[in-house]
């Protein structure tokens, strides 16, 4: 249930920041994944999606996820919560969201999702990375800028993963070895591209079907990096249906053989699981670097 700290706080500002009269009438568990809690705050004056966690278990988790999505609702491409407010409170730290009804999806769906995505990518950075550092699930994903997307794929995503996962008895050094071999061949598998903004763990669990029946995505882990890179998340785990695919192609068309190389750009969330849940995805990352 919610701890008394953050409820106080939450009555606190509602009276605030709605009316001396909102009156909280209950907190519903909603989905919020594996990491943190998270409820529907039913009140007087309206519903509103709350998840919290320690403070001291995830240092700043929320403050990155609220500048993360509202860089992304700054585009205006594609609909994100509202950030309402995030603090820290006792011994617990929380998001406060606008609440977002689910509803049946438009026979158009998919087509809008991929033409929506595909102007999110076409905002751009001088640099790849960001300007501060945020989180991936648990684990913290740093961010610092690079020129180069091989330089900053290899130094700021793969081998911080790699080298986690070999220190926690997870890869061994012929993986390492691997992915050294991967590393020389990057600038001949991936096209060059400009940073992109990212949604940066695009996979199903992070998206819904707002109320008017059109996307609406959440969760993320945003930074400027290769825009291949989200295709390859939405491809993990089943993959979206082809006519989001088609229309992200007609908007924003990639180089030639980009479907061969969703699997190199599905690397670095693949090392993320086997940081996050161990040695059954293993096998999904050395079928990849195995070639090399």
């Known amino acids: 249930m ?36 998270a409820f529907r705050l039913e009140t007087s004056s309206g519903n509103y999606f709350i998840k919290y966690n320690s403070a001291d278990r995830y240092p700043g988790m929320f403050e990155c996820e609220a500048k993360g999505l509202n860089l992304l609702r700054k585009s205006g491409c594609i609909q994100i919560p509202v950030v309402l407010h995030q603090a820290v409170t006792g011994k617990f730290d929380f998001l406060m969201l606008s609440y977002i009804d689910s509803s049946q999806p438009e026979n158009n769906f998919w087509q809008v999702f991929g033409q929506q995505l595909a102007a999110l990518h076409q905002n751009s950075s001088p640099v790849f990375g960001l300007e501060y550092d945020n989180y991936i699930g648990s684990l913290k994903q740093v961010n610092h800028p690079h020129a180069s997307w091989y330089e900053f794929l ?24 691997r992915f050294d071999n991967f ?18 763990d695009l996979w199903s669990g992070n998206f819904m079907v707002g109320g008017d029946g059109l996307p609406c995505i959440f969760d993320p ?13 939405t491809r993990l785990f089943g993959g979206f249906p082809k006519q989001f695919y088609d229309a992200y192609q007609d908007a924003l068309p990639m180089e030639k053989g980009w479907e061969a190389r969703v699997e190199y750009n599905q690397l670095y969330p693949l090392l993320v699981h086997v940081n996050l849940f161990g040695r059954s995805y293993t096998s999904q990352v050395r079928q990849i670097t195995g070639r090399f």
């Open 2 to 37: 919610i701890p008394d700290e953050i409820c106080q706080y939450l009555e606190n500002w509602l009276h605030i920041e709605t009316s001396p009269f909102t009156e909280i009438i209950s907190f519903v568990p909603a989905g919020g994944g594996s990491i943190n809690q």
């Open 154 to 177: 290899i130094s700021e995503r793969l081998e911080p993963q790699v080298k986690q996962a070999i220190d926690d008895g997870l890869l061994n050094l012929t993986d390492a070895r």
């Open 183 to 200: 590393y020389k061949k990057l600038p001949e598998i991936l096209p060059q591209e400009p940073p992109a903004l990212l949604h940066g």
């Open 221 to 233: 882990a945003v930074y400027y990096g290769h825009r291949e890179t989200d295709i390859g998340m």
